[in-house]
C-alpha cells in the first residue's frame, strides 16, 4: 500500500462539536479525499478487546489495516487525503498509534465548551434508546460507576471534556505546526472563513468555497412515528449520515425536518455553570495555554 493511498490529515474530534460539518464542507474540495465511511474508528479499535456495555444494537467494527486503507483506494490525484473519527481524541492509546503507523499526518481538533457538550452527547445517547438514565445530571454523576462496570465511552459525558488531558497525548509527539485547533462556535458562526483556514493548514487552495449550507447528520426529538422510525434507522446504521440538500432544497428540509423533529430544550444555564465550575475550570485554563485559544467565554 503506497503512502498514497493512506490519510494524511484526521479530524480526531470531539463528539458533538460539528465534524459532521466540516467533513461535508472539506469533502466538496477537489483537492481533499475523505472516506465514504466518515468515522471509521479504527484506531480507537485497534488492537482492543474489551467488549464494552453498549445498549442497542452494534456497528460493525474496522479492526485491520487491509480493511482501513481499502476505504482510501479511491484516492486519485487528491493532495490531502483524511477522515474524521471523533472517538480518537479520546482514547489513549490513538496518538501513540496514529504516530506510529501514520507519523507525518496531520491532526484537526473541533473544541465544544464541555458542559454543552456532555449535555449534547446525553441528547445523542438519549434519543437513540441507548441511555437508561432520564436525568443529565444524573447520567453525567453515573460515569465513574459506569467506568468501573465497562460501559462503552460513549456515556463518558464528563471525562470527553477533559480536553487538555486528551490533547496534551497529541502535542507531546506530534509537532504543533501540525496541529490545528477549531471552536465550535467558531465554525457554526462562519464556517466559510474557518474551513478556508484548514484548507491553508492542508496546504491547499483556499480560494475554494464550499457550500455550507448543506444539512448533514440532521437531528433533534423525534415527533410522531416517522421521526421515530427515522431515528431508529439512522442511529442503528441502516441508513448514513446524508447531506440532505444534494437532493432537495432547504426550505422543503425546513418543512420536513419541523414535522418530524422537534428542538431540544437548552441546558440550563446555572446547571452548566455549576457542572463547568466544578469539573472544567482547571482543565480549560491549562487549555488556553497549550492552544492559545482565548476560553473565557467557556467559563461564563
Known amino acids: 500500500m503506497s503512502d498514497k493511498k493512506k490519510p494524511n490529515f484526521i ?12 467533513y461535508t464542507y472539506l469533502k466538496q474540495h477537489p483537492d481533499i479525499f475523505m472516506t465514504n465511511v466518515k468515522e471509521p474508528m479504527f484506531f ?44 480518537y481524541i479520546y482514547d489513549k492509546d490513538c496518538p501513540e498509534l496514529i504516530k506510529k503507523y501514520l507519523p507525518n499526518t496531520k491532526i484537526i481538533a473541533i ?17 437513540s434508546g441507548r441511555e437508561t438514565i ?21 456515556y463518558y459525558y464528563k471525562s470527553k471534556g477533559l480536553y487538555f488531558q486528551q490533547l496534551s497525548r497529541y502535542y507531546q509527539i506530534f509537532p504543533k505546526k501540525n496541529i490545528k485547533i477549531i471552536l465550535f462556535r ?17 496546504n491547499i487552495d483556499s480560494s475554494f468555497s464550499p457550500n455550507t449550507t448543506n444539512k448533514a447528520n440532521m437531528s433533534g426529538i423525534p415527533k410522531g412515528l416517522f421521526g421515530w422510525l427515522l431515528m431508529k434507522f439512522r442511529y442503528y446504521n441502516l441508513i448514513p449520515n446524508i447531506e440532505f440538500n444534494k437532493y432537495l432544497p432547504n426550505f422543503i428540509l425546513n418543512i420536513i425536518f419541523s414535522l418530524v423533529y422537534s428542538k431540544p430544550q437548552k441546558i440550563d444555564a446555572k446547571l452548566c455553570k455549576k457542572l463547568t465550575e466544578k469539573h472544567y475550570r482547571e482543565d480549560i485554563l491549562k487549555l488556553e495555554k497549550l492552544t492559545d485559544k482565548n476560553l473565557q467565554h467557556w467559563l461564563f
Do not use: C
Open 11 to 22: 479530524i480526531i474530534g470531539t463528539m458533538k462539536a460539528a465534524t459532521t460539518s466540516l
Open 44 to 87: 480507537n479499535n485497534l488492537n482492543k478487546k474489551k467488549d464494552y456495555i453498549l445498549k442497542g444494537s452494534k456497528r460493525k467494527k474496522i479492526t485491520s489495516f487491509d480493511e482501513y486503507y481499502s476505504l482510501f483506494k479511491e484516492v486519485t490525484t487528491e493532495k490531502a487525503i483524511g477522515e474524521a473519527s471523533p472517538a
Open 111 to 127: 473544541l465544544r465548551q464541555p458542559t454543552e457538550r456532555a449535555y449534547s452527547n446525553y441528547l445523542h445517547v438519549k434519543r
Open 134 to 154: 432520564d436525568n443529565f445530571e444524573d447520567a453525567f454523576k453515573a460515569e465513574e460507576l459506569r467506568e468501573k462496570e465497562n460501559w462503552s465511552p460513549l
Open 186 to 202: 467558531d465554525l457554526i458562526n462562519d464556517p466559510q472563513n474557518i474551513t478556508k483556514e484548514v484548507m491553508k493548514f492542508l
